[in-house]
């Protein structure tokens, strides 16, 4: 017993770098954002230590809560889109049945990380602008005449989403659907399923934890995303994370900025709890 | 009836089946016996639809349904690993397949509870397979194939998982399925004993072809080839000298002696040490090695009667010309 109770404690130790460095670079500085979003914005950018609830207040403000409400939607479409594409790819390679195509396509669907982020981003531009790939192409074609509006525009900010969250979607769902045992598929045939049933009551139901993974890893840092509305979106179409970023480095309104990432912090938090609740129900 | 007509289905390097034909009636036990890797598995899961053959019928009742996709087919497997779906409670695995044909709600509740209760598990009903124990999970893939009312039931080596009570349990399980489900049941095992006392025929199985199909005591007593012999209990090869036929005879048949026999007692005696006694509780195993190198393995059942054998001793070896089997080469 008292063994046991020793061994215990060391085991306790081997934790404790890891919760030093949670310490020092993530609790104490939530700790700090959430002290500085109860305090007054100084006169030239520092932090007057007086108890306000203003900040709030302008957060729940008109052009705030509709920034807000447009950053959740732009990151539930990207999720969505996500799906909608990523799904059917990672059934397309779970069902191959040569080991090799499987991690070619693998690889393909990780290849974009070995570019930097910021580059593939740019290269979108690059893609989308005036005198971009689409718009030349378009037009020698004798298809259009003038350049489309595609760049700085919301529809280049999905884009640019869905292209840099697509893997996320893809590695969990490719996961779940390749731990599928062949033998509960060939059961479910032999009991009288056809390919679209055994879809919906066997494979669907089994990849649906590799889902909200995927979920959990696009729709989260979606709300966050700053870069890719910058560069694709242009001034017309910020999202939280642009106002944030400005409150920091430009306006230099640490309080205000602190507020607001309490409330995406708010957030996420309630979406980790639905998650949790519907990924509980479907465990098994 | 099922016929099963020159089936054949080639791998890449192997031969999963070679050329099999088979007749099977119903409520008759038929075992197919084979060490692992012999292709009885592959066979299974074409007769169920799951493998295609590359050529070969399988004629149900007078129609072909090797035509007929796997999920029309009459037919169910009961899997080795069981294969439960692990999102769905014990009902609902059991309910799959009347869903699949869209039997009504009524129907497959009322199905569902007597399936159950016919093979006691009526309590379990609620849980997934993860909280089941590998007896209860046996009991529910065979629900959930029963209840389907297959007219050909397929058992994927259903015993070999289980241990001994649980096997007996299950046994008497299948025999009592037997009388009620009027199907044709094939079972696919590597396991000898298993076969013995539960099949009414067995169909050995090597390198994908069939060897013998028969009764299990014709099959022990009158094996036709050396391979089915050593599969089927144990043998002790007395002669190879001639190139077709060799002599086998089997462990029980020898008698042993500590003093030498009568003369003209028996047609065949041997000589030779005790080297190894292997105690099995109701009988001994007693290695003997004769004058020339050889050793020969002889089973005791009256264990009293040879309480003082040891290592070392000498023994006389005798058996009469009727225990001889004779086999293909």
């Known amino acids: 017993m008292l063994r046991i109770k020793r061994k215990g404690n060391i085991n306790g130790l081997y934790v404790l770098p890891s919760i030093i460095w949670l310490m020092i670079l993530f609790v104490i500085p939530v700790i700090f954002i959430l002290a500085f979003s109860f305090f007054e914005r100084g006169t030239y950018g520092g932090v007057n230590y007086i108890f306000s609830l203003e900040n709030f207040k302008l957060v729940f403000d008109g052009i705030y809560i509709k920034i807000f409400f447009k950053t959740v939607l732009i990151a539930i479409i990207n999720t969505i889109l996500c799906i909608l594409l990523g799904y059917p790819l990672a059934y397309y390679i779970s069902t191959r049945k040569s080991i090799k195509v499987k991690n070619l396509l693998l690889m393909l669907i990780i290849l974009p990380f070995w570019t930097n982020f910021l580059i593939r981003t740019f290269s979108w531009m690059i893609i989308l602008g005036n005198e971009g790939l689409i718009n030349t192409s378009l037009i020698n074609l004798g298809i259009i005449n003038e350049p489309l509006e595609l760049l700085f525009t919301p529809f280049a900010v999905q884009i640019g989403m869905l292209y840099n969250y697509l893997p996320f979607m893809v590695l969990p769902i490719y996961a779940s659907l390749e731990k599928i045992d062949k033998n509960i598929v060939l059961a479910s045939n032999d009991l009288g399923a056809n390919n679209i049933k055994i879809f919906f009551n066997i494979i669907f139901p089994l990849s649906i934890k590799g889902l909200f993974v995927g979920v959990f890893l696009v729709f989260i840092p979606s709300l966050g995303e700053f870069i890719i509305p910058d560069l694709l979106g242009g001034a017309k179409s910020p999202m939280i994370g642009n106002i944030i970023k400005d409150q920091f480095l430009t306006s230099r309104n640490w309080p205000f900025g602190s507020a607001l990432v309490i409330v995406v912090m708010a957030l996420i938090l309630i979406t980790i709890i639905i998650n949790n609740k519907t990924f509980k129900r479907n465990s098994f | ?329």
């Open chain 2, 1 to 329: 009836m099922l016929r099963i007509i020159e089936l054949t289905k080639i791998y890449v390097d192997i031969n999963a089946c070679k050329n099999i034909s088979l007749d099977l009636i119903k409520n008759e036990f038929f075992f197919v016996l084979g060490p692992s890797g012999c292709g009885k598995t592959t066979l299974l899961k074409i007769i169920a639809g799951l493998v295609e053959q590359d050529s070969g019928t399988i004629i149900l009742n007078e129609s072909d349904i090797s035509v007929i996709p796997s999920n029309e087919r009459p037919f169910n497997i009961v899997f080795q690993d069981y294969s439960l779906f692990p999102h769905l409670n014990v009902f609902n695995n059991v309910a799959f397949g009347l869903k699949m044909k869209k039997v009504n709600k009524e129907e497959i509740r009322n199905r569902v509870i007597e399936t159950l209760e016919l093979l006691k598990i009526s309590n379990l009903s609620k849980r997934k397979p993860s909280e089941l124990s590998g007896g209860q999970q046996q009991r529910v893939a065979l629900a959930r194939a029963i209840i389907n009312k297959p007219k050909v039931l397929l058992l994927d080596e259903p015993l070999s998982a289980l241990d001994e009570k649980l096997r007996f349990e299950m046994q008497q399980v299948l025999l009592d399925l037997k009388s009620k489900l009027n199907s044709i049941f094939i079972f696919v095992t590597h396991n000898q004993e298993e076969a013995l006392s539960l099949a009414d025929r067995i169909a050995v199985m090597k390198d994908g072809q069939i060897v013998q199909v028969d009764t299990p005591k014709n099959l022990y007593t009158k094996p036709i080839t050396k391979f089915i012999a050593e599969f089927i209990g144990e043998v002790n090869i007395l002669d190879q000298k001639e190139e077709e036929r060799i002599k086998l005879i089997r462990p029980e048949n020898i008698n042993l002696s500590q003093v030498p026999f009568k003369e003209n007692y028996y047609e065949h005696t041997e000589n030779g040490k005790i080297i190894q006694l292997l105690f099995k509780g109701n009988s001994i195993s007693v290695i003997v090695s004769l004058d020339y190198s050889k050793t020969f393995k002889v089973l005791l059942s009256n264990i009293i009667q040879f309480d003082k054998l040891e290592i070392g001793d000498k023994v006389f070896l005798g058996w009469s010309e009727n225990s001889i089997i004779y086999v293909k080469n």
